[in-house]
């Protein structure tokens, strides 16, 4: 989940990513909060002061509020990153989007403790923030509109991530006392029931109140919880697996002056769809028919190579399968003391996830 976007810089040595959704909601939150200004006034309790009202001010308090909810945000994730570094758990990223902000972790804890300390920082550092602007108020004009808005939307940000649904803090938080009485794929589909009821109760009350961002914002956590117990479910069924054990040994090579056709035909004969470019020994790279698509079939593969993607025999099955993801493989060369000596593909990631499943020992 969002992959994509620009890469910003590095705080407390995390990269900090936006999602092109980001730059959509930016102006329209700033635009919303501005248009709306004296009915914020109003809520606060606060002086319908003319010159807050005049020109692009309204736009620019707005502005200004929509920064400070997502710089709110990204405090927010911050905290689930350094509680989890205390775990040695570091994080690829922290990315804003369209519906906030994404800490993404080399892997969940599936200790219950660690979960647990880790989902609740979030919110913590949120009503440690909504308790700062608090304390800090004015009572009037600029400043006053922002304390006072930026205190309400922590309360907000807090207490709506607590909700008990995955993969809100809440569900985890949820998860991971459940996971401390119980197996903890039990847990996870315990929590998934839960995550969709209340998924369903956000949607339909969006829909009562008219409010699509609410519908928007069930919608995301009834995909996202059932992504949640998918990954857990794959994890557990390549847990102490390596790639050692489910790639193909000495693998079929070609030579780089082979033509496409000929590689076709290979293809059919030996029901393989990819195969390494070995010259004298050194891999040039990789060709699979995916990547052959509308090419000339007397020009020679070589045209056609896609850079390999390293692994080594030892390397986690499920590590594997998330770098063939992040990096869009369909497979990768096993490689030790640069020589080859084996391939693996997402189809047999994938096999190894149904045998497992089905309850076999073994791929």
């Known amino acids: 989940m969002l992959q994509r976007g620009f890469p910003l810089f590095r705080i407390l040595g995390i990269p900090l990513y936006l999602d092109f959704s980001f730059l959509l909601m930016l102006p329209l939150l700033a635009f919303l909060i501005g248009s709306n200004l004296p009915v914020y006034?109003?809520?606060?309790?606060?002086p319908q002061d003319p010159s807050l009202l005049q020109g692009t001010l309204p736009f620019l308090l707005g502005l200004s509020a929509a920064l400070g909810l997502f710089a709110s945000v990204l405090l927010h994730e911050l905290g689930h990153a350094l509680v989890?570094?205390?775990?040695?758990?570091?994080?690829?990223?922290?990315?804003?989007?369209?519906?906030?902000g994404v800490a993404q972790m080399e892997r969940i804890p599936r200790e219950p403790k660690k979960e647990l300390w880790i989902a609740l920082a979030g919110p913590a550092v949120s009503f440690a923030l909504a308790l700062f602007f608090r304390l800090v108020q004015a009572e009037s004009g600029a400043l006053g509109f922002l304390t006072h808005y930026l205190a309400l939307v922590n309360l907000m940000l807090g207490l709506f991530n607590l909700l008990p649904a995955l993969p809100l803090d809440g569900g985890r938080v949820y998860r991971a006392l459940l996971a401390m009485r119980k197996p903890y794929l039990q847990a996870t589909r315990q929590a998934l029931a839960l995550s969709q009821v209340v998924a369903w109760a956000l949607g339909l009350f969006g829909l009562v109140v008219f409010n699509p961002f609410l519908v928007l914002i069930a919608f995301f956590v009834y995909m996202a919880s059932r992504a949640?117990?998918?990954a857990t479910l794959l994890a557990q069924a390549l847990s102490?697996?390596?790639?050692?054990?489910?790639m193909t040994p000495n693998p079929l090579v070609i030579p780089p002056e082979l033509t496409v056709q000929e590689v076709l035909e290979l293809a059919l004969a030996h029901k393989v769809s990819g195969f390494p470019v070995v010259e004298e020994g050194r891999v040039l790279g990789v060709v699979g028919l995916e990547g052959l698509e509308g090419a000339n079939p007397l020009a020679p593969v070589v045209h056609y190579l896609k850079e390999p993607l390293i692994l080594s025999p030892?390397?986690?099955?499920?590590?594997?399968?998330?770098?063939?993801?992040?990096?869009?493989?369909a497979r990768a060369l096993v490689m030790e003391g640069g020589r080859l000596v084996g391939i693996l593909s997402k189809t047999d990631l994938l096999r190894a996830f149904q045998v497992r499943m089905l309850g076999h020992s073994s791929p």
Request: net charge negative; hydrophobic share 45%.
């Open 314 to 329: 030892e390397e986690d099955a499920l590590t594997a399968l998330e770098r063939m993801a992040e990096h869009g493989y």
């Open 84 to 100: 989890a570094r205390r775990f040695s758990i570091e994080t690829k990223r922290i990315t804003l989007w369209l519906l906030g």
């Open 41 to 46: 006034l109003e809520l606060f309790g606060l």
């Open 240 to 246: 102490g697996l390596k790639a050692k054990d489910l």
């Open 228 to 230: 949640e117990v998918e």
